[in-house]
Structures are given as C-alpha cells and as structure tokens.
C-alpha cells in the first residue's frame, strides 16, 4: 500500500529557531494536508494544498506541494513554546468515492526550548 | 461553530467486551471517517461513512463496523475486544471525503 516517509521522527530546538519537516511518498498525491496534534486532543488542521508546486502560508508556516506530487514540507518560522506537539503530514490519492484514500506520516515530534 | 464531538473520551473495557464510540460531525459535514492511532502505527484509516453509506474500509478486520445515521451521525462498533484494540479513536468530519478533514478529540480506549 501506499507510505508516506515523514521526517524527521523529532526535533528538539531553541525558542526562535525556525524548523522545517518534510514528507516523501513513492506515491503521487493529490492533495497534501498538514496536522498538529496536542497531547490528549484530535489533529488540528493546518494547511491544505491542492495543487503541485503549490507555496501557502499560515502565519509563521509555510507548506509546499512538491513538484512531482510525491512530497511536501512544512516550515515554521521563529518557534515558540506553544509549537510544541506532533506534526503529520497526510496525502489523498485517488479520485473521490470509494476509489479516495487517505494516508498519514508516522509524525514529527517537536519540543521547543524556551 | 461547533467541531466534532466524540462520547465518551475515556474508557476502560475486558478482553471479550464490545464497545460503541459515537462521533456528531460539524453540522453540513455528510463524510464521517474514523482512525485508529496507536503509538507504534500511527493514524490507520479504518471506515469512511457518507449519507449513511460506507464508501471506503481501510485493513480491519471485522470486528470493527460502523454505521451513519440520517442527521450524519456516526458511531463505531468494536467486538470481542483484545488487547491491541487499546488505541485513541478519532472521528474526522468533512464536507466531502477527500476534502479538509476535522478531527474530534477522541475516544481513549484502554482494554484490560
């Protein structure tokens, strides 16, 4: 089946530093969503990227499509404590009905030191 | 507007048991999808619900059904507990599958 490599598995950085985690696929995707999730509590959406090579941003994240559909990154810019949790990315393949499917990284666990 | 909403958050069931989790959508979400996340696998897709149809199943076995009712309420049913069944159950709402998907906080279910 399909795997989405996230990496890296974690990251333990300075207050201010800026961070980046990406995922790869062998794969190709036609939508890239990136989730953190708190300890104790659901994914929460943060970016959502629909087409190839697409750049969004949301505040201090930034997310990009990758060119050839099989990858993205997310970056954070200028960290700060409340950053703190894990970050998955997931890729939806197929073209919607029953032939959709949606696959998650494995996460990226970021600490931020104050 | 309200999120997704998943009763009860905590639970404690034996191996044998059965268990139902519910989930309430966002109101105007008709896609209900439910994963179970477990430390060691992470987020495992295992049912997608819409307009009380179940569209796409992930790899569990058939111990775990669910159902979608007319108001796009969901719930989730797992039988025979085991062991490995322990895991966060998440509820995600969408307008429709694929689509941005909302999680709900969770189901936490430990089974002893």
């Known amino acids: 089946g399909q795997q989405l490599n996230q990496s890296p598995q974690s990251m333990f950085i300075q207050e201010g530093e800026d961070v980046s985690m990406n995922c790869t696929s062998s794969?190709?995707?036609?939508?890239w969503l990136w989730y953190k999730q708190d300890p104790g509590e659901g994914p929460v959406l943060l970016i959502a990227?629909?087409?190839?090579?697409e750049l969004t941003s949301n505040g201090r994240l930034t997310a990009q499509f990758g060119i050839t559909r099989k990858d993205s990154f997310l970056n954070i810019s200028a960290s700060i404590p409340s950053d703190v949790g894990i970050y998955f990315c997931?890729?939806?393949?197929?073209?919607?009905?029953?032939?959709?499917?949606?696959?998650f990284g494995k996460g990226t666990l970021l600490t931020v030191n104050p | 507007k309200a999120g997704v909403t998943q009763t009860p958050r905590y639970l404690i069931k034996t191996r044998g048991q059965q268990v139902t989790l519910s989930c309430s959508p966002i109101?105007?979400?008709?896609?209900v999808s439910w994963y179970q996340q477990t430390p060691g696998q992470g987020l495992q897709f295992l049912f997608e619900y819409f307009s009380e149809t179940q569209r796409n199943k992930g790899n569990f076995p058939g111990r775990f059904s669910g159902r979608q009712f007319s108001n796009s309420r969901s719930e989730m049913n797992v039988s025979t507990l085991e062991l490995g069944d322990s895991a966060l159950y998440l509820c995600?709402?969408?307008?429709?599958?694929?689509?941005?998907?909302?999680f709900g906080e969770g189901s936490r279910l430990t089974v002893l």
């Open positions: 109101s105007g979400h008709r896609s």
């Open positions: 990227l629909y087409k190839a090579g």
């Open positions: 794969s190709i995707f036609n939508t």
């Open positions: 997931a890729g939806q393949s197929g073209s919607g009905g029953s032939n959709y499917k949606l696959t």
């Open positions: 995600a709402s969408s307008r429709e599958f694929p689509g941005e998907l909302f």
